[in-house]
């Protein structure tokens, strides 16, 4: 029988040719005609939708990545081997876009290599520089494994496997401290808007606010690609290990909520809880989106024994996590600084692009790597009785 050959243009692949050139365009823009022609910031509003979605969130959803790699190698969770590679991939991937986000983001970006040699060791802006060029280079580390072992140099490939097996501990610790202590910075760039940053969202803890947010972020998107390689990708994880871990974001969540409420109003925020403003339907999205329906679809059995139904929940926790970050870093500081920002589409064009490169480099890596383990496709009676046939003539 002769294979069918797949069309050059599908709808998918028109789609992927429109990002990338709207991304080219945007990218052009941005470092031929100017910051002022690809993004609406200001002074005002100097940190838009780049840092809101690229580093914020493509930091906290790669939490995933050392929470799970932790539970196997430090906590002997053994049953969670088989989803350790592919969620230290999310997190690999997810950095890389960070420092990928960052050449657009910063002013100066050929110039980002200074923060280390005219470093300040009391600015929490050079702790996030050395902890992402840190942590990447640990996961690099962490994932090279699943590289290294289709190389066809045997006695490298073995001295390597080797080393790598015996170090494993130290560089998941060493990934376990240096991702925290990133998912804390990052909310304390925070701290130096006080007095700006609305009070809904303004706490001295917000270090702790970003950390305990990641956490069951990450690992919603570590659902959620679990889900999407089972039914896309030909992968073959067990749904009660996916499901297992959706149930552990449920009570992050609540410890979440309980820890918002009694910090808001231990530091003034109360009185800001049902205020007729933008600002208090922001927060109130955040707070529906990201604990209380997830909370309840997470214990709806109805919904939590489909996996359709636990990819679903798992999306609204990260439409919840996204709607935070974005809060934290634009709405916030709208009422103080009256910049009314809302990003030019260069700025979606190149975040869009992103997100997309991303994810068509983990669907490489799931099919032509040793990330998930893959389903045996039994040949159907017909394609057998072809077989036949061909062998007899």
Not at 305 to 320: F, H, Q
Request: charged share 15%; glycine share 6%; hydrophobic share 55%.
């Amino acid at each position: 029988m002769e294979a069918t050959k797949k069309p050059l243009f599908t709808m998918w692949r028109l789609i992927l040719v429109a990002i990338f050139s709207a991304g080219a365009v945007a990218t052009y823009l941005r470092f031929v005609v100017g910051w002022h022609a690809a993004t609406n910031l200001s002074d005002a509003q100097p940190w838009g939708v780049w840092v809101g979605l690229s580093t914020l969130c493509g930091v906290g959803l790669s939490a995933g990545g050392f929470a799970t790699a932790a539970a196997v190698y430090l906590l002997g969770m053994e049953r969670y081997r088989p989803i350790v590679r592919p969620a230290i991939l999310i997190a690999y991937l997810g950095y890389l876009s960070v420092c990928a986000g960052y050449v657009y983001e910063l002013g100066l970006p050929w110039l980002a290599w200074h923060a280390f040699i005219y470093y300040n060791p009391h600015s929490v802006l050079f702790d996030v520089c050395f902890c992402i060029l840190a942590y990447t280079t640990v996961l690099t580390i962490e994932f090279a494994p699943a590289i290294v072992e289709k190389l066809p140099w045997k006695g490298f490939r073995d001295t390597f496997m080797h080393w790598h097996h015996r170090l494993a501990v130290a560089v998941v610790l060493a990934g376990v401290l240096l991702s925290s202590m990133h998912q804390s910075f990052l909310g304390g760039l925070f701290l130096i808007f006080k007095g700006k940053i609305y009070p809904l969202w303004y706490t001295p803890h917000l270090t702790t606010m970003f950390y305990l947010s990641a956490i069951p972020a990450g690992l919603a998107m570590v659902v959620i690609a679990l889900y999407l390689s089972n039914r896309s990708l030909g992968t073959k994880v067990d749904p009660e290990i996916i499901k297992e871990v959706a149930w552990v974001i449920s009570p992050m969540l609540v410890l979440n909520l309980v820890w918002r409420m009694v910090d808001l109003v231990k530091h003034g925020g109360g009185p800001y809880l049902f205020l007729k403003r933008p600002e208090t339907a922001y927060f109130w999205l955040e707070i529906a989106l990201f604990i209380v329906i997830p909370v309840v679809m997470f214990n709806n059995r109805k919904i939590m024994n489909r996996p359709e139904g636990v990819y679903w929940t798992s999306a609204v926790v990260i439409a919840g996590f996204l709607t935070n970050r974005i809060n934290v870093s634009i709405n916030s500081l709208e009422r103080a600084t009256q910049a009314n920002y809302f990003p030019k589409w260069p700025e979606m064009a190149i975040v869009v692009m992103m997100i997309t490169g991303t994810v068509l480099v983990f669907r490489w890596a799931v099919i032509y790597l040793d990330i998930l383990p893959k389903r045996v496709k039994v040949p159907t009676k017909r394609w057998m009785a072809n077989a036949g046939v061909a062998a007899n003539a």
